[in-house]
């Protein structure tokens, strides 16, 4: 039986990424089986820098007709937010080490995600929060070409930090509650 983390995480992006609209060019790749979804069970961050390497070299590589986009769940290697962000530096100066700047960008989610300036649980704290810690591997190509076909892209935080204050507590906890699956 698989473990409840890709499956959660699966529900996530249907119910908040997909679902919410907060990534607006999510909808493709997910309703087209284009996501890839790695798991990384252990606590070692230099293998899940490792890894994190090996997947965007991968990715790189595959043509984007067959997948899009990465998502690396490793939900017991830091679930410290503050180490993750450590962390999130260290996953771009790999990313430039590899050359793979410019092809490959790490996008950011996390259980306990927080953003400058805001309360613990302030709603638009949500927009970055997931079931795991979980890297996204994207490609910069294909985000360019769905920025440059998006009217307003620079609008699309603002737009998901009002969707989500009009959610509010309640409507969030309820999506929570399909993400695990209750």
Sequence with gaps: MEKPYLEETRRW???FV???NLCPFAHSPFRNGRIR?????????????RLLV??????SRQPAGEVETTLLVHPNALPDF???LDFLEEAELLIRENDLEGIIQVASFHPAYQFAGTEADAPEN?????PYPMLHLLREEALEQAIDSYNHPEQIPEQNIEKMNKLGQEGIEELWRKVRGK
């Design 13 to 15: 992006v249907e119910h």
């Design 37 to 49: 979804y790695v798991l990384y069970e252990q606590e070692d961050i230099v293998e899940l820098a």
């Design 18 to 20: 997909v679902g919410l």
């Design 82 to 84: 503050y180490d993750y």
């Design 126 to 130: 949500y927009t970055n929060r997931s």
């Design 54 to 59: 090996q997947e965007a070299q991968w990715l």
